[in-house]
């Protein structure tokens, strides 16, 4: 079984800062994918930002330049700086992990539970 556990979620102001962080638990030898997602009250689940093994990065539009992404393979983690933070990115953030491998396992999809980011006008 393959765990993720997200933490550093809060309540900000607009232009604040906050680094989200989540670490992967279980049986694993490699992670292909990780990721952030979030879902604001009333919309859909969105990407935020994705970060390949190989350090390869994919970031959603509305974060370009705000949101940084990285990754410790070693410790099975990914962090989200935000910097500027706005209103519109309230949301509860959930980290993803995909293409997760064990010695006999193997799971395409893995969900934290979310951590709540509020930011405040």
């Known amino acids: 079984q393959v765990q993720l556990v997200e933490s550093g979620g809060g309540l900000v102001q607009a232009g604040g800062s906050l680094r989200l962080s989540c670490a992967a638990s279980?049986?694993?030898?490699?992670?292909?994918?990780m990721d952030w997602y979030r879902q604001a009250p009333g919309k859909e689940r969105e990407l935020v930002a994705v970060?390949?093994?190989?350090?390869?990065?994919t970031y959603a539009d509305s974060v370009k330049g705000r949101f940084t992404i990285s990754r410790d393979n070693a410790k099975n983690s990914v962090y989200l700086q935000m910097t500027r933070l706005e209103p519109e990115d309230t949301a509860v953030y959930y980290c993803?992990?995909?293409?997760?491998?064990?010695?006999?396992?193997?799971?395409?999809?893995?969900w934290g539970r979310g951590t709540q980011v509020t930011v405040s006008s």
């Open positions: 993803h992990a995909a293409a997760v491998r064990g010695p006999v396992s193997y799971y395409s999809d893995v």
């Open positions: 970060m390949t093994r190989f350090g390869r990065t």
């Open positions: 279980g049986s694993i030898h490699v992670i292909e994918d």
